[in-house]
């Protein structure tokens, strides 16, 4: 993860086509459950993102990002609250068609690391007739690979500080070559470039 930031970092310093920074909500497609068991729809958590575009050929780019995403969901027991966070790296590659310069495709791989904090310790929980122990972490981190696919629109709008302005939808299959554990989100983003 070090090197691919490293090299992220590389590529945000060199010059350019353009720089563009989004901010947006982020929001999973599976539900939740409550301490009842009741399904909870999943809330939208706020997301930022910075990355560049770097043209190759004429519609042909390289536009690789760096995001955060703030968790908005919030455990509903008595075994404490947890604050989850995720930073994500896509290298997108984006296709604009020759006559729709309004208009770009988004493809690529990413790489998101979600962070989970709370308390730890531990919590007596009901196990069939008895009880049983079950440790809370102080912090737990995982990775995750998914496949991206999404859209860019740019409005030609022009101001004293950007170069122009647009929204993105971007869909994220996670572990997209399991059938069993293959889950979607999907980010929808105010975008200004620089």
Partial sequence: MKILILLLGVFLA?????????TGVYKSLIDVQDKNGKTVTNPFSPAL???SNF???DGIGFSP????????????????EYKMYSLFLLYDFMWVPQDYQFFALRFGL???RKTITGKGGS???PNGTGTATAYRPDSSTSYSSTFNLG????????TEWFTNMGARFEVFAFRPLSHEYRT???????VAYF
């Fill in 65 to 80: 990002q760096l995001g955060f995403v703030y968790h908005t969901v919030q455990t509903d027991d008595t075994y404490g």
């Fill in 14 to 22: 060199s010059p350019a086509l353009s720089m563009h920074v989004s």
């Fill in 184 to 190: 979607y989100t999907y980010n929808l983003a105010f």
């Fill in 49 to 51: 993102t910075v990355g």
């Fill in 123 to 125: 919590v007596t929980v």
């Fill in 55 to 57: 043209k190759f050929a």
């Fill in 110 to 112: 990413g790489t998101f």
């Fill in 151 to 158: 859209t860019d629109f740019n409005f030609n709008w022009s």
